[in-house]
Every structure is written in structure tokens, then in C-alpha cells.
């Protein structure tokens, strides 16, 4: 079996017990599960072909709204330790300033989530047990195939995708992310020993270019919250921090563009044709999924 439906139907189930409990105040590990394996479980249901009929299309809106309401809570989770890193001496005043708004939306936010989940309940739990039974059933009839070979065509056309912006900067930067972290996710879903040198190194952009963008968020809500003025050395702490992050993130993006992500060349061949070709670790990733191999990739 080239896939492994294990990880997925772990996804699966992490989002059927949070909505099992719908906790009111949910815990930042909890909201970190919650989101990750909601978007874990959206890009396999989108790469295995599982998004067509009316039922799976209602699941992935229910997920959604859910994931987005918990993203909230995480970026305030997210902000207020970035907050109690960045220590400026005689700024106590402002950091308990932004530290409170930042608690006060948390708690806000965690009731929207929590009345979201109540909301949504009765689609997730059934059509979350739906889910499981069709991920069982590609298992049967030769479908683990179709569904690998699926994924595959989803994982090339991602990497064609990231591949495509001639020019990283502050306002793709961010969005490129999204696709770098769908990509990952899909390519995780191959039957493996060991992740690919590609997926590593995917992960490690995703976070650098995610944190890079948490400074930026924190700078904004910073600048309207404080009333220090453009002054607060506090404020031009975030500042100092998100450029280097920024440099540094840009650094990692394009090395791996550089690297791994080169234009597609084109194959001469009289033979066969024209083709696409891409870098070797790349189809050591994707082939995976679709191989079952076990080996340790270098």
C-alpha cells in the first residue's frame, strides 16, 4: 500500500474527539492539534479525490470554519509568547498592555470557536464517521491505486505551482507558504520509512516563513493597541526582529526554490516526447506515494 491511511484516519480522529469534547477554554496544544490536522485531513481529501459529492463538500466548509475560528485563538497564543520574548527594558507597560488585549481576544475568541463547534456538531460527527468509512474503502477493489496515483498528480502540480513566482517577497511570501504546507502534508501521506530530504525541507521553510509573519501580525496589532506613540522601543523590538526573520526567511525560500524547485527542463527525446523533469529529491518524494517504498531516503 503506497499510502498510509493510518496518518489520515489519525487526522480523522483527533478532529472527532475535539468535537466530542468542544472544550469552552481549549488549551494551546489542543488548538495546534486542532489545527493541523484539520488542514492535514483538507489536503488528503482534496489530493485522494475525496471532495466531489455534497456530503465531503459540507465536511471540508464544517472543517473549515472551525479551523478558522481556532486559527484566531492560535495566533493570540502564538503573539503573546512572542510578547514575553522580545524584553525591553523600561517598556514593563506597554508589554502588560499588549498582553492583556492579546488575553482578552483569546478568551473572545474561544467562545466564538466553542459556539462554532456546537453549530457545526452534528455535520462534523457524522460526516466525519462517513469519512472514515471511505478512507477504509480504498482499501478494497483496487482502489488504493487510483488514490495514490491521485496524490501524486496533486503533489506535481503543487510543486509545479511553487515554482512559479518569479519573485519572493512581502506580499507572496505568505501565500506561497499555504501551498508549501499543502504540499508537505500531501507528500506526507506516502508509505515511508523516513521523511524525504524535500519534505524537510519544506517543513523548515513553512515555519521559518510562518513566523516571519507572526512578528508582522504582532507589529500591527502592537501599533494599534499601544498608546506609547512611534517611540515605544518596545514596538521598534518587533520591528527589528521581523526584518531579521524576514531576510532569514527569504534566504530559506529561495535555496530552496534554487535547490529543489528549478523550472521544469524539458526532456529531448524522439521517442517518448516532450516531458517534464525535476530535480531528483523531489521524485523521490513524489514517487513515494505511489511506489510504497520503505527505504530511508537520503
Known amino acids: 500500500m503506497p499510502l498510509n491511511l493510518d496518518r489520515i484516519q489519525k487526522s480523522v480522529r483527533k478532529l472527532k474527539k475535539f468535537v466530542k469534547k468542544a472544550p469552552a477554554q481549549p488549551a494551546p496544544e489542543q488548538i495546534h492539534d486542532l489545527r493541523t490536522h484539520a488542514r492535514k485531513l483538507e489536503s488528503a481529501l482534496h489530493a485522494l479525490s475525496l471532495d466531489s459529492n455534497s456530503a465531503e463538500r459540507q465536511l471540508l466548509k464544517s472543517i473549515k470554519r472551525v479551523r478558522r475560528r481556532a486559527g484566531k485563538i492560535r495566533d493570540m497564543d502564538v503573539l503573546m509568547a512572542h510578547v514575553c520574548s522580545a524584553k525591553v527594558n523600561g517598556e ?33 460527527k457524522k460526516a466525519l464517521r462517513q469519512e472514515a468509512a471511505e478512507l477504509e474503502n480504498l482499501l478494497q477493489d483496487g482502489k488504493p491505486s487510483e488514490a495514490a496515483a491521485d496524490a501524486m498528480a496533486r503533489a506535481v502540480e503543487l510543486t509545479t505551482e511553487l515554482s512559479g513566482p518569479r519573485w519572493l517577497n512581502r506580499s507572496n511570501l505568505h501565500p506561497y507558504r499555504l501551498k508549501v504546507k499543502e504540499l508537505r502534508y500531501v507528500l506526507q501521506m506516502a508509505e515511508t520509512d523516513g521523511q524525504p530530504a524535500f519534505v524537510k525541507e519544506l517543513g523548515k521553510v513553512k515555519d521559518a516563513i510562518g513566523e516571519w509573519h507572526d512578528w508582522e501580525e504582532l507589529i500591527a496589532i502592537a501599533s494599534d493597541v499601544l498608546d506609547h506613540g512611534s517611540g515605544c522601543q518596545l514596538l521598534r523590538k518587533f520591528k527589528e526582529i521581523s526584518e531579521a526573520k524576514y531576510e532569514q526567511t527569504l534566504a530559506m525560500a529561495t535555496k530552496l526554490r534554487k535547490t529543489y524547485l528549478k523550472k521544469p527542463v524539458r526532456k529531448k527525446s524522439s521517442d517518448s516526447g516532450a516531458g517534464e523533469q525535476f530535480s531528483r529529491p523531489v521524485l523521490v518524494a513524489t514517487s513515494a506515494l505511489t511506489s510504497g517504498t520503505r527505504k530511508q531516503a537520503a
Open 92 to 124: 514593563q507597560d506597554c508589554e502588560v498592555q499588549l498582553l492583556e488585549h492579546l488575553g482578552t481576544q483569546r478568551r473572545k475568541q474561544a467562545k466564538k470557536l466553542h459556539s462554532t463547534m456546537l453549530k457545526e456538531a452534528g455535520v462534523l
